[in-house]
């Protein structure tokens, strides 16, 4: 399976601020999602972000607060926008290849809001 | 709606004795289904998987699990628990399409004790 590459690993921001975190792909993927995990919670999904296309939010989560960049079919970037310490969570990118049927899944970013 | 369920939050085990994490889902259809292991601080990695066929199926690690459509059951199972098995384990399903969004429980964490 693929490898994904996430950065940073974990981070201290302070509110207001903005955090982009990188996801890069060590082979071309279809689809490439993003979710967060908040403390002692299980994966929500935020978004779906497909190349060449517009990333598709789930319910409760904008565009402006977590704008998505997918430029090419290995890298993928979520910004985290204006954040508050609600925003404290680990956010994860994840990855499947078109006729794959399993998602693959970054290190992690592990995101503290002060 | 689908749902996921992992009725145990926490389960602590003996290195060396049997280890089994129950999962329930709610689904339109038979999904496929998945197991994700989470080490402290690190991304989500696949353990097995079921797609179809033989209900009984063997993952990475020496573990496995068993797909029983009758329960909406896809538990996983460890003969024999190491202290490196100690995680957080989650149980997932997604639909048979290339949508691909996968539902997560909410993780069952495993604590090993000497």
């Known amino acids: 399976s693929a490898v994904i590459s996430q950065k940073p690993s974990r981070d201290i921001c302070q509110r207001g601020t903005s955090l982009t975190i990188q996801c890069q792909v060590d082979?071309?993927?279809?689809?490439m999602f993003w979710y967060r995990q908040q403390p002692g919670q299980s994966l929500t999904l935020i978004a779906t972000?497909?190349?060449?296309?517009?990333?598709?939010?789930e319910s409760g989560f904008v565009i402006d607060k977590f704008p998505i960049s997918r430029p090419n079919l290995t890298f993928s970037t979520l910004t985290v926008s204006n954040m508050s310490p609600e925003d404290s969570s680990i956010y994860l990118c994840?990855?499947?290849?078109?006729?794959?049927?399993?998602?693959?899944f970054g290190q992690g970013t592990r995101l503290t809001v002060v | 709606a689908q749902s996921v369920t992992q009725p145990d939050i926490h389960i602590t085990v003996s290195e060396g004795a049997s280890l089994e994490l129950r999962c329930n889902y709610s689904?339109?259809?038979?999904?496929?289904l998945f197991w994700y292991v989470q080490s402290p601080g690190q991304g989500l990695q696949l353990l097995l998987k079921y797609f179809s066929g033989d209900t009984l199926v063997q993952g990475i690690k020496g573990f496995e699990a068993e797909f029983k459509r009758s329960q909406s059951s896809f538990n996983l199972r460890k003969p024999s628990v190491h202290w490196s098995d100690a995680a957080e384990y989650f149980c997932?399903?997604?639909?048979?399409?290339?949508?691909?969004?996968?539902?997560f429980g909410a993780g069952t964490t495993v604590t090993v004790r000497a």
């Open positions: 082979s071309q993927v279809t689809m």
């Open positions: 997932a399903v997604g639909p048979r399409s290339n949508d691909y969004k996968l539902s």
């Open positions: 972000a497909n190349q060449g296309s517009e990333a598709t939010y």
């Open positions: 994840s990855g499947r290849g078109l006729g794959d049927t399993e998602a693959f």
């Open positions: 689904y339109g259809a038979t999904p496929y």
